[in-house]
């Protein structure tokens, strides 16, 4: 009941002038000025420009005047605020407030058959989650009763937009004021949103992100073609809509650091400066992210604790987690010391009231106060060019601003009132007297002295004897008051007085526990003494602040940003050195064969040498006395470190989409994969599609941001998919064509005969850039290169006479497993084989494989790798290569070439890996063994001259990974003790893909 | 209608495919192996050996010092080869699932949650087509389990060269497997994040009860109404059936361990991933585990990135009866490597034999008759020409199960030279 009077929420109404003036009224007119002075305040007019004893005059919801010598206009009500501050009211961008609610379809959708176009009524985009039409302003609908919960938490306007979709439509600015429609709306558009989440729409495509990139790219130019030409061929209200909204700020909201870096890079294809609605963890990528200087709108959800007090349970959160947990609530102020500009937004607080809670814990982790309350004013209205309307107290802006007891961030400090629009709302009264002090309490025959501690929410006790206070439950109000107790708590009699206050007396009637009306009153005796209890504690606190201050600096440790910011990730990435490994067995993969104690000399990045009696010239000489070198493992097939999602299931062709869009630099399986010896692989789209996504090509550059992990000046590669997969078979049903193999050359012909039409007609200026068919023309001009999923004879011949009909070679055939059947003819075409060494009987089409195949292409002369495809395999596929000599005859140095140089010269960078050749670069394996023996452990891998895997270092890293657990864990469990908030324990889920994945797996 | 085209395409094409292996007949001679490396799956090794068998069984286990006196016997000359006990492979679909993805051919899961009464065997089919590829990388014995549901069902153990199901038991009904509870799930809401199952507990429940009304169950004498499923489980509370707990999670081991002692059930842990945190509970309380797949990767993020190649070299060194295993059917084949690939991290490469003949047999209670090469057990072994742990080297050359030596040659290897030699031809 002490909180009584936090509770008090009163609404006034103050009628002002501009009502809706082409309405009609039912009654009389009501219009007033609503002139308010609001005198002697500390008035923060905008962050950084405070000015203390000053005036701010407001007139019909607007601001009149601000400052010192401001006069207080005629009919004026003067408000005295003499001690208080005034700031201006807070601004949300990100926010759905009065927005229609989303239509969330029932039912799941429908396995095997999927929405191919929209199905929206109207004129509108093929794609139902490009929601580009949506008017904010035309769907806003007033609601006090959510505004209340704004307008608590100390907002005075929002900007609002529907959160359905990729592309979302506009946001209008809106006040928060307790009136209709046709007066909140200050702003019709003040944005276009964005996001990576398909929302209501149940329609297939896209089904990845890299599909979402895709189609925002493609409806960018497709809106451009629209205005200029489209229109006169078809009606499309989304992209005229969508070319509206052009030049409002675009805002984009990601639920990563990562996907933040693909939106500022995507906006360099569309001429777009995105705004980006963060996700809290951008200090994970700092620097990368303030390359691009971008805008931010952060929000302040910082994780809470997880409950690890079961160590077992611990074991379920990773080390990432926690640490973002510890330096979650240092966002903020990182940001601020990088330089960058953001707002705040309340958007993923379940309460609104925590924002401001939060915002101390921001502070208290280095944000200044200053950035705190622009990100909360002058900035988000800046982001969506408000500023002439809202975030400042200044002449002509709206009237809208809180009255604090003190600086807004200050813990102690309280809001009293948030105006908005000139309308008056009160969190806490301010004119709640200091009530404190000892009375005594008259009620009925009894006497007996009643304590009234502090000034604001005072505690009421009553003092029965030296040991027993009756705690007294009590409300005021404008004058009023209202009294209840327990005089003898083991009994169930209750007391209630009510009366007024009339300076230090307070009197009136009440009834005793049997209904018996009864006088009362409380008179004042004296100031309260400070008891002995208070201050012994204050002694003890001064004590404390010692102690206090010594735990503190203990407590402020935190662990350091790792790269990526996980288990394994660096604190310091490793740097280029020049490195001898010397006196062991070299497989040059060169006309040299295999050397017997001979050395390699990596510097520079590149192998400078290789041979006898090197010199390491002041660099590091490892000792390979009994090891093997070799140059690194080349993954031709690999779908690690790939974001949400690695097909683009819904089309035949999703040429269009890319695995470089989405490349996931913080997957650990980098890391792992570096442990067995890989440092390239290419990212293949899956086999969902007879033409898939094009691919990346990365060296495993564990803690290296996206874009320098891949590998530059690279030929592109394509994926293309045959059989099974691309004809769903593993679904009871399908609509997607095609469904057998006979349609899916079909596929192929219609997408190289429309993209050769498509080039015939360059030069016809109304033609619409087409993003699939230009990557399609890429093919037939033999500038992107295609590796293709194929496991049976017949569609791996049909292919090569599509491609040799449109003039073009098959780069490559990956599994390929019957590649043995028509080896010939490969040979002929010139097509490679990245096969798998012992994989089948898996599904149908597999049923002719054999562990053979890779020996039989090999020995007619086809160009054979293998491959992976397997997060698991890929760190062995040393093993799997010497399995070509398990089940084959063939040499080991050939076996060996499966996996190093043969997918070398399958990607084209032949030129620059693949062998130990003085000038090549320094991607160089140090094993423990033989390389083809199981027994072989990978001690050490160089790419670029980079140790990026060392195991005796891995070795402590581990210890390492162990210790920084530990310390976090005792932190949470200090937290959850000293009363924290805790959250059950919560683990990723590690998405190991495979060609063939298109949903996510359950596993455990 | 799709899987009748396939069916059709099943039917036509594989018996055009000429490879049938045709099972071995009886031992009809004595034989002697001469001069081979013997790992006789107990932790010893003979260099140079003489290993005769005769009836099926192994008459001599011995060093070349004890001469000749091996007239009349066959002689196989294995100088410089080695010699294995056949491998054995726990928690198989081998038989049960011939090409993963069709329906058709996969017979290894049935419908309904707890299903103790099913039994793998009668389903078991001799002439699968991927039996042969696995012998002849070393696998001769296998446990045949049924997948899927909290109680999938009742495995047994064959031998891999039999015309049908019954020839190949070695022993039917051996154990019943159970999926202990996730103590976690997915949580859709949170981008799939896996957080506590809220229905663990009521999961288990059901479990107690169910055990506790078949060990009631298993006492009576006149049933008159009679239960199939708690009939199946009778064997459990007498002995006569193992236990097989199909478990990872370290908290869920521990759970999944006391939960069978409550009905006096010493159960054998398969899967096992956490086994090594907790090695001194599983041997207090002296039970067994089989782990899966060691080439595989840490289940957390955290984890050391080489822990399930470490763990069978913990589980050795604290003295737990451990075995190796792979799931599925046509990944058999790969069996060796998993105990392979243990040896460069801690494994002794005899214990590395061990872990997937001896001691796999201990813990399905076979090892009475194989598992290793003793006088008196079943001569159920192979002659691989180099390590058969080592890709570089392993080339299986023969195999003897009873005594019998086994067709090698598989499918595959008919496609193989099927077709090289169409390119020879030219």
């Not at chain 1, 692989?681 to 320098?708: D, F, M, T, V």
């Not at chain 2, 446990?143 to 069902?153: A, E, K, L, M, R």
Request: aromatic share 8%; hydrophobic share 35%; glycine share 8%.
């Amino acid at each position: 009941m002490k909180h009584f009077f936090s509770f008090i929420f009163l609404f006034l109404i103050v009628q002002t002038g501009y009502s809706q003036i082409t309405f009609p009224r039912n009654g009389v007119y009501d219009d007033r000025d609503g002139i308010y002075a609001f005198k002697n305040a500390t008035i923060h007019k905008a962050p950084g420009q405070v000015l203390n004893n000053a005036t701010l005059v407001i007139k019909e919801g607007k601001i009149e005047a601000v400052g010192t010598g401001v006069s207080i206009p005629d009919g004026a009500v003067e408000i005295d605020l003499k001690g208080k501050h005034i700031y201006p009211s807070f601004i949300d961008i990100y926010a759905s407030h009065g927005m229609p609610e989303i239509n969330k379809k029932d039912g799941p959708r429908n396995r095997g058959i999927q929405q191919m176009i929209s199905n929206k009524e109207g004129p509108y985009s093929w794609n139902e989650a490009l929601r580009t039409e949506f008017r904010a302003h035309e769907k806003f609908k007033a609601d006090a009763k959510t505004a209340n919960g704004w307008i608590k938490a100390g907002f005075g306007a929002i900007s609002s937009h529907q959160m359905d979709g990729i592309s979302r439509g506009s946001a209008s600015l809106i006040s928060l004021a307790d009136k209709n429609e046709h007066e909140v709306i200050l702003k019709d558009i003040t944005a276009h949103h964005f996001s990576f989440k398909k929302g209501s729409s149940k329609q297939g495509y896209p089904g990845s992100l890299m599909g979402a990139i895709a189609l925002l790219k493609q409806t960018n130019i497709d809106s451009d073609w629209y205005k200029n030409h489209g229109h006169k061929i078809e009606k499309n209200l989304s992209l005229k809509a969508w070319d509206e909204l052009k030049s409002v700020p675009q805002i984009f909201a990601v639920s990563d650091k990562l996907e933040a870096l693909r939106v500022l890079k995507m906006g360099q294809e569309t001429k777009d400066k995105f705004i980006i609605k963060g996700s809290g963890d951008e200090y994970q990528r700092l620097e990368e992210l303030k390359k691009w200087n971008p805008t931010f709108i952060l929000p302040l959800n910082f994780p809470k604790a997880y409950d690890v007090v079961d160590p077992y349970d611990a074991l379920l959160v990773s080390l990432g987690d926690m640490k973002h947990w510890e330096l979650a609530p240092s966002n903020p102020g990182l940001l601020e010391k990088a330089g960058m500009e953001f707002a705040f937004t309340t958007d993923g607080l379940k309460e609104k009231g925590a924002l401001l809670k939060n915002i101390q814990k921001a502070i208290k982790n280095g944000l200044s106060e200053d950035t705190a309350l622009k990100a909360l004013t002058t900035i988000p209205a800046k982001i969506i060019k408000c500023a002439d309307i809202v975030g400042t107290l200044e002449k002509g802006k709206v009237a809208n601003f809180l009255i604090t007891s003190g600086k807004i961030f200050g813990k102690k400090t309280k809001i009293y009132e948030n105006w908005v629009m000139g309308i008056q709302s009160v969190l806490k009264p301010m004119d709640i007297p200091d009530l404190s002090g000892e009375y005594l309490l008259t009620y009925g025959k009894e006497k007996i002295p009643l304590k009234v501690k502090g000034a604001n929410d005072p505690k009421m006790v009553l003092v029965k004897n030296d040991t027993t206070d009756i705690k007294v439950k009590h409300s005021y109000s404008n004058g009023l008051i209202s009294l209840s107790f327990s005089p003898d708590e083991d009994k169930e009699e209750i007391i209630s007085l009510s009366g007024v206050v009339e300076d230090k007396m307070w009197s009136g009637r009440g009834t005793l526990n049997n209904g018996e009306w009864i006088n009362w009153r409380s008179v004042y005796a004296k100031e309260l003494e400070p008891e002995k209890n208070d201050k012994k504690k204050e002694e003890n606190k001064k004590d404390n602040g010692k102690k206090e201050k010594s735990k503190k600096s203990k407590k402020d440790i935190k662990g350091k940003i790792t790269y990526p910011f996980m288990a394994y990730g660096w604190e310091t990435a490793p740097e280029q050195a020049t490195y001898l490994i010397t006196n062991a067995t070299v497989w040059t993969n060169e006309e040299d064969g295999i050397l017997e104690e001979a050395d390699v000399l990596i510097s520079n990045g590149k192998i400078k040498k290789v041979g006898k009696g090197l010199s390491a010239g002041g660099g590091t000489e490892i000792d390979g006395t009994g090891k093997h070198v070799t140059s690194g493992i080349i993954d031709e097939h690999s779908h690690i470190a790939i974001s949400k999602g690695v097909n683009e299931c819904t089309q035949a062709n999703t040429a269009e989409v890319s695995i470089a869009d989405v490349v996931n630099s913080e997957d650990i399986n980098i890391y792992r994969q570096l442990s067995g010896g890989v440092t390239v692989s290419q990212l293949l789209h899956g086999s969902c599609n007879p033409i898939g996504g094009r691919s990346a090509l990365i060296k495993l550059r564990w803690g290296l941001q996206p874009e320098e992990m891949k590998m530059k000046n690279a030929d592109g590669f394509i994926k293309f998919a045959l059989g099974e997969n691309v004809k769903k078979s593993r679904s009871d049903r399908n609509n997607r064509f095609p469904d057998s193999r006979m349609g899916v050359e079909q596929v192929y012909m219609d997408a190289f005969t429309r993209a050769r039409e498509y080039k015939a007609n360059a030069s016809d200026p109304t033609r619409r850039k087409d993003l699939e068919l230009e990557v399609v023309n890429e093919i037939l001009d033999s500038k992107r290169f295609v590796t293709c999923h194929s496991y049976v004879q017949s569609e791996i011949n049909m292919l090569m006479h599509v491609a040799e009909q449109f003039g073009f070679k098959i780069n490559t055939f990956t599994h390929i497993l019957e590649g043995y059947k028509v080896a010939d003819k490969m040979k002929k075409h010139g097509a490679a084989g990245s096969s798998f060494s012992d994989w089948w009987a898996y599904k149908f089409e597999v049923i002719d494989a054999i562990p053979q195949n890779g020996e039989i292409m090999n020995q007619q002369g086809v160009l054979v790798g293998f491959n992976s495809d397997d997060a698991e395999m890929a760190r062995r596929l040393n093993q799997e290569a010497a399995k070509a000599m398990m089940y084959g005859d063939i040499s080991e140095e050939e076996a060996w070439k499966f996996v190093t140089l043969n997918p070398a010269i399958m990607l084209h960078i032949d030129d620059r890996v693949g062998s130990l050749k003085a000038g090549k670069d320094g991607d160089v394996v140090l094993w423990s063994d033989h390389p083809l023996s199981i027994y072989a452990k990978a001690e050490m891998t160089f790419i670029d001259g980079i140790k990026y895997f060392d195991r005796t270092e891995d070795a402590k890293i581990q210890a390492a990974i162990q210790t920084e657990r530990a310390r976090l864990i005792r932190k949470m469990l200090a937290a959850k003790k000293g009363g924290a908030p805790t959250q059950g324990v919560k683990g990723k889920h590690h998405h190991h893909y495979h060609c063939d994945d298109h949903e996510d797996e359950l596993s455990h | 209608m799709r899987n009748i085209y396939i069916l059709l395409l099943i039917a036509f094409i594989i018996p055009n495919l000429k490879a049938q292996q045709t099972p071995a007949k009886k031992q009809a001679e004595r034989i002697v192996i001469m001069g081979a490396t013997a790992h006789l799956g107990n932790g010893q090794i003979i260099e140079n050996s003489i290993i005769a068998f005769e009836d099926g069984k192994f008459s001599t286990v011995a060093n070349q010092a004890i001469g000749q006196g091996f007239d009349g016997y066959k002689i196989i000359e294995a100088t410089g080869k080695h010699l294995y006990p056949g491998f054995i492979a726990p928690n198989t679909q081998l038989g049960l699932k011939e090409i993963d993805a069709v329906r058709a051919t996969r017979d290894s899961r049935e419908i309904g949650s707890l299903n103790p009464n099913i039994r793998s065997i009668i389903a078991y089919n001799t002439d699968s087509k991927v039996t042969p590829t696995v012998r002849s990388n070393g696998v001769l014995i296998a446990q045949v389990v049924p997948q899927g549901s909290t109680i999938p069902g009742t495995s047994s153990i064959v031998q891999l060269d039999a015309w049908n199901w019954e020839d190949a038991i070695i022993k039917e009904d051996d154990a019943i497997y159970l999926n202990w509870p996730s103590m976690f799930s997915r949580d859709w809401r949170n981008h799939g994040a896996i957080k506590k199952n809220e229905k663990y507990e009521k999961e288990v429940k059901k479990l107690e009860s169910l055990f506790t009304e078949a060990s009631v169950y298993s006492n009576k004498t006149n049933t008159k109404k009679q239960n199939l499923k708690l009939d199946a489980m009778r064997g459990l509370f007498d002995e006569k059936k193992k236990l097989f707990i199909n478990v990872n999670f370290v908290k869920s081991i521990t759970a999944a361990v006391l939960f069978a002692e409550k009905f006096d059930i010493k159960p054998v842990i398969i899967g096992g991933r956490d086994s090594y945190m907790i090695t001194d509970f599983l041997k207090k309380h002296n039970v067994s585990v089989i782990l899966k797949n060691t080439q595989s990767l840490p289940r957390r993020e955290d984890d050391a990135i080489d822990q399930p190649f470490k763990t069978p070299g913990v589980l050795e060194k604290a003295g737990i009866l451990y075995g190796l295993s792979i799931g599925g059917a046509w990944e058999q084949r790969n069996l060796p490597f998993q105990a392979g690939q243990c040896i460069a991290y801690g494994l002794d490469k005899e214990a590395a034999v061990q872990a997937i003949t001896l001691n796999n047999a201990k813990i399905l209670g076979i090892d009475k008759s194989v598992g290793s090469i003793e006088e008196g057990k079943s001569a159920t072994f192979f002659i691989c020409k180099g390590d058969v742990f080592d890709m570089r080297t392993s080339k299986v050359q023969q195999a003897f199960i009873d005594g019998r030596e086994i067709d090698l040659n598989n499918k595959q290897k008919d496609l193989y030279n099927k077709f090289k030699a169409k390119y020879e031809k030219r």
